[in-house]
C-alpha cells in the first residue's frame, strides 16, 4: 500500500513538473512592472518586441500603434508559435490600411509565450518571411 502511494505521488509530482507550449493574449495593465517599463520604453517604436521572463515564458510586443501621416497604418491579423527541435518560431501576420480611426484593427498587441522548454532560436516569422526582433530585453 505505501509503494502504491509513493509511486502515485512520484507520477503526480512528474506530471506537475511537465510544461507545455502555449501562449495567450494579455493586456499590459495584467503584467509585471518589469514588462510594463519595458512597453514603455518601446511604445514609440514600431515592430516586435521580445521580452525574456526567466526561462519560462517570453513576452512578445506587436506594434504598429505609430503612424506617420500620410503613410499607412500597420495592423496585425494573426499570431502563433511554433516549436522545431531547438526552433522557436513566432508567427504573426500583419496588413496595412489608410483607415486610421477604425477601431477594431488591431495595432498593438501583447502575447505571453508559456515556454515547454529552453530553446536555442527565437525568430520572428512575418507574413511567411523571416523577420527581426526590433528590441529584445528581458531577464535570463
Not at 510594463?36 to 514609440?44: H, P
Amino acid at each position: 500500500m505505501k509503494k502504491l502511494l509513493s509511486l502515485l505521488v512520484i507520477i503526480s509530482l512528474l506530471s506537475g513538473c511537465s510544461s507545455k507550449l502555449s501562449f495567450s493574449e494579455v493586456s499590459d495593465g495584467r503584467v509585471s512592472k518589469d514588462i510594463k517599463s519595458f512597453i514603455d520604453n518601446v511604445k514609440d517604436e514600431n515592430g516586435v518586441h521580445l521580452y525574456f521572463e526567466k526561462q519560462k515564458a517570453v513576452y512578445v510586443y506587436l506594434n504598429g500603434s505609430n503612424v506617420k501621416q500620410g503613410e499607412k497604418a500597420i495592423h496585425f491579423t494573426d499570431f502563433n508559435v511554433e516549436k522545431n527541435g531547438e526552433t522557436l518560431s513566432i508567427l504573426y501576420n500583419t496588413a496595412e490600411t489608410a483607415d486610421y480611426s477604425n477601431q477594431s484593427l488591431n495595432n498593438e498587441l501583447l502575447y505571453k509565450v508559456n515556454l515547454d522548454k529552453k530553446y536555442e532560436i527565437i525568430k520572428p516569422i512575418s507574413n511567411d518571411e523571416e523577420a527581426s526582433f526590433d528590441v529584445m530585453s528581458g531577464n535570463q
